[in-house]
């Protein structure tokens, strides 16, 4: 399984980004994908979750009503759009998806960062 991971760049406060996750390997729509962020200094956390079935998503309290995951199953690319941006945005972002062993296949990265 691989993950190309894209769409990260610098952006204003109030900007928006859309991250892209290519898969390969793997049917985007038969598995649950997310997506996690690495702050400088800070561990990575989870952003959002689009469930393999039933297309559930959620989303961690700060990315709630601003960030928005989402898949092309033609495209087996799963996207995350983020708008309203804030500084504290500002990380490495990857694309994830669970493994048979209870860890995760992970993507390359992508870095946003979000000026004041």
């Known amino acids: 399984v691989q993950l190309q991971a894209s769409g990260g760049g610098l952006v204003q406060a109030g900007g928006s980004l859309r991250l892209s996750c290519a898969a390969s390997?793997?049917?985007?729509?038969?598995?649950?994908m997310m997506w996690f962020r690495q702050a400088p200094g800070k561990e990575r956390e989870f952003v959002a979750r689009?469930?393999?079935?039933?297309?559930?998503?959620s989303h961690t309290t700060s990315a709630r009503g601003r960030f928005t995951i989402s898949r092309d199953n033609a495209k087996n690319t799963v996207y995350l759009q983020m708008n309203a941006l804030k500084p504290e945005d500002t990380a490495v972002y990857y694309c994830?998806?669970?493994?048979?062993?209870?860890?995760?296949?992970w993507g390359q990265g992508t870095l946003v960062t979000v000026s004041s």
């Open positions: 994830a998806t669970p493994d048979d062993a209870g860890g995760y296949y």
């Open positions: 390997g793997r049917t985007v729509s038969n598995y649950d």
């Open positions: 689009l469930s393999g079935s039933y297309d559930i998503t």
